[in-house]
């Protein structure tokens, strides 16, 4: 027999890794609404509410049905009390005035167009925003002191602002495996992050490198970029030394969501048409083949996927879990992993597959 929805709430888990969520899914009246007040509480600093309003969104998402009422709300976790509030005056006007307000408000705008620039985050934003800056073009007109990353990003922000296509995430891993195929060949490519996990666009195109004999991809980035540099196809890169010690980076230190891998954080040229072209940010990272399984579910997503997996892997299990390793705290050993299932079974979880990690 069919669960009611009263029995579906109850089985909605409390982790987002230990429920699947679909890309395509049946509340995003609520979700969207939620999510505005997520990332206006992420402007404002306050990390705590923010990732509050994106698990309760979260949890709407993976949802097999539209809510209608909120009785259909009855046992579900991670509703605070001030998400139901939005959701109750949704439900029953249609919108909330609190996301409507928010999505209109100066600072709201500011914070998005401002963030929105590659190179730069919330603190930068936010100071800008406080000297009565509003957009790419107010920098640019009162000449702000920008880095190089920031120069790139707001030369390119048309381009960066409009989503990257799957057809063109496919051209540009074609183009990433001749790189590395040119510089070692028997090297391995994954495409990572959100095409991963079935969407058709996204923000950038993210790869996983790694080579079967450990050690052969140890100062890759380099010769990647340079083979890339010399075809004309970089407008921007900036590629970062791996810094990952096991003893040091292990246990005794505090979870942290920054991986240490080498990485290179780029904006393609990419060829549109035969006289066109378009810029699209890339992040490639290179991971030692004993740490591609971690490195792998690191960096397929979602972020709140990825949060709560270290959660879960923290609280519940005693163990540290990061794109690197996983620590088992109770038996003082570090658990080796060749695939995401056996991760998956370490920490005592279901294993979702990629398309399901869209939290
Ligand atoms: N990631 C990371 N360290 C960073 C940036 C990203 O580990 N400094 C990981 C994130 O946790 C995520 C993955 O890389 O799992 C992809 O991040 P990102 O490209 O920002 O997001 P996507 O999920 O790919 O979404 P989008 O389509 O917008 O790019
Ligand atoms: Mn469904
Ligand atoms: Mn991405
Ligand atoms: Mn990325």
Request: aromatic share 8%.
């Amino acid at each position: 027999t069919k669960p009611n929805i009263d029995q579906t709430a109850m089985l909605v888990k409390t982790y987002a890794c230990q429920r699947r969520t679909p890309l395509k899914h049946h509340n995003s009246f609520l979700t969207e609404a939620l999510e505005i007040l997520s990332q206006n509480a992420e402007y404002n600093d306050n990390e705590g509410r923010s990732v509050a309003f994106r698990r309760a969104a979260s949890v709407l998402k993976a949802l097999p049905h539209r809510v209608k009422n909120m009785e259909d709300l009855r046992s579900l976790p991670c509703l605070g009390d001030h998400s139901q509030r939005v959701i109750k005056e949704i439900l029953e006007d249609g919108s909330s005035r609190e996301v409507e307000s928010t999505r209109q408000s100066d600072q709201f705008q500011a914070m998005k167009a401002l963030t929105g620039i590659f190179g730069v985050g919330v603190r930068t934003a936010d100071r800008w925003f406080r000297e009565g800056l509003r957009s790419p073009d107010d920098l640019v007109r009162t000449g702000q002191q920008l880095n190089r990353a920031q120069q790139a990003g707001v030369q390119y922000y048309d381009d960066l602002q409009k989503p990257v296509t799957k057809a063109e995430a496919d051209v540009i891993s074609d183009i990433v495996e001749k790189a590395v195929r040119a510089v070692l060949p028997g090297a391995e490519i994954r495409l990572m992050g959100g095409f991963r996990r079935g969407k058709d666009v996204g923000h950038d195109v993210d790869f996983l490198i790694t080579h079967p004999e450990e050690g052969k991809e140890e100062g890759l980035m380099p010769k990647i970029t340079n083979w890339l540099e010399e075809q004309g196809l970089l407008l921007y890169e900036k590629t970062t030394r791996n810094s990952y010690l096991e003893k040091m980076d292990g246990p005794a230190r505090a979870p942290n969501n920054m991986d240490r891998f080498e990485r290179c954080f780029s904006i393609f040229k990419l060829q549109t048409g035969s006289e066109t072209e378009r810029a699209v940010r890339v992040d490639l990272v290179v991971s030692p083949y004993s740490q591609f399984a971690f490195a792998t579910l690191g960096w397929t997503g979602s972020k709140l996927f990825e949060r709560e997996l270290r959660r879960w892997a923290g609280q519940e299990k005693h163990m540290s879990l990061s794109s690197h390793a996983l620590y088992d705290s109770k038996q003082n050993l570090y658990l080796r992993a060749k695939t995401e299932e056996e991760i998956f079974a370490f920490l005592d979880l279901e294993f979702i597959p990629p398309s399901e990690r869209n939290a």
